[in-house]
């Protein structure tokens, strides 16, 4: 039998109702192995001490209720350090928010801890989640348990690992341009970038308002479904949510459309990503499912779309981060000192990149020629997605156009590193959802290391992505 904490959501859930385990017994297993890994892994920038109260309080609903207890009940969960808990630190990875304490709860947090989760600590990110391997955190690389000589992906590296290794039974991530679906690729689990408005960002701290999103970083698809429908909806204290009765429940068909835009493909994307991509696709069409060719043109402007419009929503955000509010204080001579001192010393280099080039394509001189042009590109983008989604039911592209690669290749090199997300921004820049699936492996240095699928659906089609992301579990069993 499977140890406790290699369990999904539904296979834990299901044992502690047959009381094959108490929910103390998992919590406790679950916490030993996230600590005995954490020194090599480095997943959790801190595990929370045991709380007692929670751990008897769900097993008591487990013992009275049965079945009829919320899935979440009793399952340890991790979460990442940009996501707000009263009374803990949350550092997003930075030395400007070090020992920040928060003074409120994220709603994605007081709806897990209604239906009974439990959190086991706080996941190392990428600095104010700019990055897409973690190595931009304040405090150490998360390593990929898969090889410890390659990164996990980023921003939410850690949330990653510690699924992958089973240092939790899930986790939840944020996604601006791809944080949670390229290092699930990289780690070998499934990511979900929901719908936007589908779940309350009160208490994630903001980057890219107009795309960021929190999701679940999860084992397997069916974990997916169950903590994108806990978390969930309409939020009176985040008017962007979508009202709960906008988001019907989908008649999903039992095959499916899936379209391809191989144009897009053509550059980049290493050769064994392809040849796995190509071979799900196959496995796929043998299932019933039809593939069908798309053209999506305006994708080739996406990244650098992106690239505009996030540093200037972040660069707008972080003015909050002025030594006065919160967070690090330095002083100098004047309050222009404070000012540099604090934002010069508290956050690093990449976060200073994005807040020049956010400043940059803001200022009145050049607002015209990069932020209000990459607004109409963007408009353009979405209704191509639209005007592809009248054909076919999702679209599939690799997750990334590689799999997990060494620390320090990329790190010095911000364009290489932007070039990881060309195929997970889109779905911020458009809102729709979008999920990442792990294929079969490929190798590098002789080691088999994970790579994902990207599918992504028309607004608050998510049933499609679980059904299609299902399908592609299946073909893996084969
Ligand atoms: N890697 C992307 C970036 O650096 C995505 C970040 C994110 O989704 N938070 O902006």
Known sequence: MKKA???????????????????????????????????????????????????????????????????????PIAVKDNILIKGKTASASSKMLENYKASYTATVI???????????????????AMGSSTETSAFGKTKNPHDTNRVPGGSSGGSAAATSAHMTIASIGSDTGGSIRQPASLTGVVGLKPTYGAVSRYGLMAMGSSLDQVGPL???????????????????????TIPDDLYPKREVNSTLRIGVPRAILEKGVDEDVLNRFNETLEALKLKGHTIVDVSLPTNAYALPIYYIIMPAEASTNFARYDGMRYGLSKHGKTLLDDYIKTRSEGFGPEVQRRILLGAFVL????????????????????????????KVDVIATPTSPSPAFRFGEKSNDPVAMYIEDIFTVT???????????????????????????????????????????RAVENTQLD
């Open 363 to 390: 200022s009145s001189g050049y607002i015209d020629a990069y932020y209000r042009k990459a607004h109409s590109a963007r408009s353009v983008l979405v209704d191509e997605f639209n005007n592809a989604f009248e």
């Open 218 to 240: 999860t084992k397997t698809v069916d974990d997916s479904e169950i903590l994108f429908k806990a978390l969930r909806g309409r939020d009176e204290k985040d008017p962007t």
């Open 427 to 469: 779905a911020n820049l458009t809102g729709m959802p979008a999920i990442s699936v792990p294929m079969k492996m490929v190798k590098r240095d002789e080691k088999p290391l994970p790579i994902g699928i990207q599918f992504t659906a028309p607004h608050q089609a998510e049933d499609v992505l679980f059904a299609v992301g």
């Open 110 to 128: 007081e709806k897990m801890r209604a239906e009974g989760a439990l959190f086991l600590g706080r996941t190392n990110m990428d600095e104010f």
């Open 5 to 75: 904490n290699e369990m999904t959501i539904v296979e834990a859930a299901r044992a502690l109702r047959a009381r094959a385990f108490t929910v103390r017994d998992l919590w406790n297993a679950t916490r030993l192995v996230a600590k005995e890994k954490n020194d090599n892994i480095f997943a959790y920038l801190e595990l929370f001490d045991t709380d007692d109260t929670a751990i008897d309080d769900a097993q008591k609903r487990i013992d009275t209720e049965g079945d009829k207890a919320p899935i979440l009940c009793g399952i």
